[in-house]
């Protein structure tokens, strides 16, 4: 089974019997040493007799607002969503944990055909899209501001924008070298090419919409130019609905069958977007690369560090990309793929390309896996004016979360 990245640190369940009514379940938040402000929680609920759902948070003592929450199934347990407005590093709030009906906005996932249409608040945010090319992969991706945030092509041809490296479709997850299999620069509009490997979605497990989270959950077989399966991923995507900024979880672990599976050392990986062609530092516009330790532009590339934002120009406006690794995924923190001309992607397999003297090279064993998160922030100004390190303190410290009965 998956391992989840819940962004929870502790759960307490004391349920037993039937499924709770309204006003039977307290919830209570704890900081945990950061200070938490418009945070998206996701966690686990493995022995709770809860219906999925739609649920108010209504804060027990001190009034201020309810706090909408999700409650959707999880593979055999079930997942509570919720976006925290503010938390501070020592305080605890109680909350009575009330079905509702929900909010009228939220995030919806459409069906066109073997693609899926994401909205936030009935606006576009992203299409998935499971069957166009070599991978899956996501376009448009919409910023906070209404601007597309990465490159439109291949798949659209637009005034300005750059036009090489055709494989770098959008946003998408793959590596560029797995048994001698490239995955990475495989597509339609290169040269046939005997070593070229494809990933298709090879069953789509759920597609949830909701108030706070949409969820598509999906897995995929990585398959050779023959057509063998070389190893399959098992993928959760989530995206909250938040305001003046879109946050995308990204939890995916790769497992080897019964033949282990080697995914080599190359600079060509892994976990990446192609931001718009006006954000490229090297344009010389106000575009710029900034990671944890301060690191900016191209001397951040191939360090290892726990999250990279990429600003920069789109209109009149400054917008940005941050990629945050989390602390439970493999190798972390990751090195990153990360180029002046707008490639950004998280690779944990490429230390010979960036002059690490260890080897990249990982190699699976028949029936194991690895399992690799990260947190998506696509925001409006700057990186100080974003937060983004306090954004990586609060996923990587989430709350605690205790619910219990009401007594």
Request: charged share 20%; net charge negative; glycine share 10%.
């Amino acid at each position: 089974m998956m391992e989840r990245f819940t962004n929870a640190t502790l759960l307490l369940v004391l349920l037993a019997g039937p499924p709770a009514l309204a006003g039977d379940l307290t919830l209570t938040l704890s900081g945990t040493g950061v200070e938490l402000t418009n945070s998206p929680v996701y966690l686990s609920i493995k022995d709770a007799e809860l219906e999925p759902g739609s649920f108010s948070l209504v804060p027990i003592e001190g009034g201020g607002a309810p706090l909408e929450a999700q409650v959707i199934e999880d593979g055999e347990s079930l997942g509570l969503a919720m976006v925290i407005p503010a938390l501070g590093a020592s305080e605890t709030i109680q909350y009575a944990m009330v079905p509702s009906s929900g909010s009228s906005d939220g995030v919806s996932i459409t069906p066109e055909g073997s693609n899926l249409r994401v909205e936030i608040d009935g606006e576009l945010f992203t299409i998935y899209r499971a069957a166009d090319g070599h991978k899956p992969y996501f376009f448009p991706v919409i910023g906070p501001t209404g601007a597309p945030i990465t490159r439109a092509y291949p798949m659209e041809d637009v005034e300005g924008e750059d036009r090489d490296h055709p494989h770098q479709r959008s946003f998408w997850f793959t590596h560029g070298n797995v048994n001698g299999i490239d995955f990475w620069a495989s597509d339609p509009l290169n040269r046939p090419n005997p070593t070229f490997g494809t990933i298709s979605e090879s069953n789509r497990l759920s597609v949830v919409e909701g108030p706070v989270v949409g969820v598509i959950e999906t897995t995929n077989a990585w398959k050779s130019p023959e057509g063998q399966v070389l190893c399959t991923d098992h993928r959760v995507w989530r995206t909250y609905d938040l305001e003046e900024v879109r946050v995308v979880d990204f939890d995916v672990t790769i497992s080897a069958g019964t033949s282990p599976v080697t995914f080599e050392d190359t600079k060509e990986g892994t976990f990446g977007l192609r931001l718009a062609s006006s954000m490229n530092v090297n344009k010389n516009t106000g575009g710029r690369i900034l990671n944890a330790e301060g690191i900016q532009n191209s001397e951040a590339w191939g360090k290892a560090s726990p999250w990279v934002d990429y600003t920069g120009p789109i209109g009149d406006e400054i917008l940005g990309v941050a990629i945050l690794n989390h602390p439970s995924s493999f190798r972390y923190p990751t090195t990153w793929h990360v180029r002046d001309y707008g490639l950004f992607a998280a690779n944990p397999f490429g230390y010979k390309d960036f002059k690490y003297a260890d080897s990249g090279t990982h190699t699976i064993a028949p029936g194991e896996s690895i399992t690799l998160g990260y947190r998506v922030i696509f925001h409006k100004g700057d990186t100080e004016q974003a937060q983004i390190a306090k954004a990586f303190d609060a996923y990587a410290n989430p709350p605690q979360v205790t619910l219990r009965e009401s007594e």
